[in-house]
């Protein structure tokens, strides 16, 4: 079935500098790639998405690449804050027969350091 | 904009008895609302997807008599968890989307069945 596989599953930074996640998908039919920031105890928020016919998209301090030849897509965050520090998950969603479907990625908690 | 509710956040209820959660959209109409189940310091599990005036669709190993879905309109979803078990506690967290790719999630409900 449909998988998304996201590492690491922990990474911890000094503040100021990048982080960056990885997410690899398994099928070939996705076409929408969130990324959503939880922090403890809250509710997932969206921070930032691309789509299949967009190699690369910016947003302030958070960048996300995509690589569809290679089924990759990643998060960048430069100059990392305290506030940073949270759980963030990807996913990748296609619109199948029935419906749009999302499958989320197993998570990373982030930890910058002040 | 794009806010949405979930009641109760919390609740704990007798095993055997049954518990109703609530998904609302706020200030949107919602044709889609997503259902999952996030155990701790894990990913998010799609449980079901649910269009508003239609039967909800049931991911595979997820009990559609168990996890009762109702969509009755473009605001509302409501999850009844029946007969519930211990195995059953978790957290459980709805989405609401216009347009089925962007999600908007509520702030999810901790439910303990003892």
């Given at each position: 079935g449909e998988n998304v596989?996201?590492?690491?599953?922990?990474?911890?930074?000094?503040e100021g500098d990048s982080a960056v996640i990885k997410c690899t998908y398994s099928d070939s039919a996705s076409n929408y790639f969130p990324w959503y920031k939880q922090e403890l105890?809250?509710?997932?928020?969206?921070?930032?998405?691309?789509?299949?016919?967009?190699?690369?998209?910016?947003?302030?301090?958070?960048?996300?690449?995509?690589?569809?030849?290679?089924?990759?897509?990643?998060?960048?965050?430069?100059?990392?804050?305290?506030e940073d520090s949270a759980?963030?998950?990807?996913a990748a969603s296609n619109r199948?027969?029935?419906?749009?479907?999302?499958?989320?990625?197993?998570?990373?908690r982030l930890f910058v350091k002040a | 904009g794009a806010v949405v509710s979930q009641h109760p956040s919390r609740v704990i209820c007798k095993s055997g008895t049954s518990v109703k959660i609530e998904c609302r959209s706020l200030d949107f109409q919602a044709t889609t609302m997503f259902w999952y189940r996030q155990f701790p310091k894990q990913s998010l599990m799609l449980m079901a997807t649910s269009n508003e005036?239609?039967?909800?669709?049931?991911?595979?190993?997820?009990?559609?008599?168990?996890?009762?879905?109702?969509?009755a309109s473009?605001?509302?979803?409501t999850l009844t968890v029946t007969s519930a078990h211990?195995?059953?506690?978790?957290?459980?967290?709805?989405?609401?989307?216009?347009?089925?790719?962007?999600?908007?999630?509520?702030?999810?409900?901790?439910?303990?069945?003892?």
């Open positions: 596989e996201q590492h690491p599953s922990t990474l911890s930074v000094q105890g809250k509710r997932p928020q969206l921070i930032i998405d691309i789509r299949s016919n967009v190699g690369e998209k910016k947003d302030q301090r958070i960048a996300v690449t995509l690589n569809k030849t290679a089924k990759h897509f990643s998060l960048h965050i430069t100059e990392t804050q305290p759980v963030y998950f990807c199948n027969t029935g419906g749009f479907k999302t499958i989320f990625g197993a998570g990373t | 005036g239609s039967k909800a669709t049931y991911e595979q190993g997820v009990e559609k008599d168990k996890f009762l879905i109702n969509h473009l605001t509302l979803s211990p195995e059953d506690s978790s957290f459980y967290i709805c989405s609401a989307s216009h347009n089925q790719e962007t999600q908007y999630f509520g702030p999810g409900t901790r439910l303990l069945v003892l």
